[in-house]
């Protein structure tokens, strides 16, 4: 890549944002990135890097921030273009990445790359004052890493672990994990019995999302968009309530995580989830729980989650 200046407005601060306009998960905002790629030769490779516009000299994946009641995977294409111009195939999942914020990142293999002959790039969405004009560029790996700042050598390492024949596949394989990675969602007082059963054990890791369904100073947008970015790194879902929660376990459902959905109510419409396996028998109410129906619903996530393990063990 040639050597040129630095656009003339890089480390400008940030624009504001309105509260309601960012999704957050702990405090944390959550944005999407990639991993920008491709083939030089038959099998040498180069990553698409871009300059910091507040940080002159140090360089980073592009990545950005989720809009309320955006996918996340859908994000992290949308950044990737206005970042850097690049457009490709979106390929697996490389995980969450966190430093100030949540980053979920995923490897693109670049097929095109708008103006490429330039190696300035206007950002018209940049999140900073000025022109949103930015350096881009290519990079072996060695080159790249010594210009990454933050966590991107570990986002690079990451990526360059994956095997070749896996970096085009959406969903990377369920890597063997001692823990395993659950999301529950719901509403009512089960939640907390679900929540509280669940910790308790050793080898279970309750992701942050759990709380994503009770936030009350959530909108139903941002809730969504917690949702949907929290089930690419969960193994399994527990859904507790009733139809208030469907659209959770419908996204569950078409993701690649195992799921549970327990009932605490009965369904206007049952014919909707007849015959579904997700769905216990058992209906829960919301409170005065009886001791024969925690222990039946315990007994029944147990059940769940050897499941879940036993079939991790296969991949």
């Not at 195992?258 to 058992?282: C, I």
Request: glycine content about 8%; proline content about 5%; some cysteine.
């Amino acid at each position: 890549m040639a050597t040129v200046a630095s656009p003339p407005d890089a480390g400008r601060v940030k624009k504001p944002k309105l509260e309601e306009t960012l999704v957050k998960l702990e405090g944390k905002k959550l944005r999407a990135g990639t991993v920008p790629w491709r083939y030089v030769g038959q099998s040498e490779i180069e990553v698409f890097l871009i300059e910091g516009l507040n940080t002159p000299g140090f360089w980073t994946f592009p990545a950005g921030s989720l809009d309320p009641g955006e996918e996340v995977s859908r994000c992290a294409s949308r950044e990737t273009f206005e970042e850097c111009g690049a457009r490709g195939n979106l390929g697996c999942f490389l995980g969450v990445f966190e430093e100030k914020n949540r980053t979920y990142l995923f490897a693109m293999e670049v097929t095109s790359v708008d103006d490429a002959g330039n190696d300035i790039w206007h950002d018209p969405h940049s999140s900073y004052e000025g022109s949103g004009d930015r350096r881009r560029g290519w990079f072996s790996p060695e080159s790249a890493w010594s210009r990454l700042k933050k966590d991107g050598p570990a986002m690079l390492e990451t990526f360059l672990a994956v095997p070749v024949h896996q970096r085009r596949n959406l969903r990377r394989p369920r890597e063997i994990r001692s823990k395993v990675q659950l999301c529950i969602l719901g509403v009512g007082e089960s939640v907390n019995l679900v929540r509280k059963h669940c910790s308790q054990k050793m080898d279970v890791e309750i992701l942050p999302a759990s709380v994503a369904l009770t936030a009350s100073s959530c909108s139903e947008a941002q809730k969504f968009a917690i949702v949907a970015a929290t089930l690419w790194e969960a193994h399994a879902v527990v859904c507790v309530g009733g139809k208030e929660i469907l659209y959770a376990l419908a996204m569950a459902s078409s993701s690649n995580c195992a799921t549970l959905f327990v009932a605490t109510e009965p369904l206007n419409h049952p014919w909707m989830l007849e015959g579904d396996s997700r769905v216990v028998s058992t209906h829960l109410l919301s409170a005065g729980l009886q001791e024969e129906e925690k222990a039946d619903t315990c007994s029944l996530i147990d059940d769940f989650l050897e499941k879940v393990k036993a079939e991790a063990k296969t991949l």
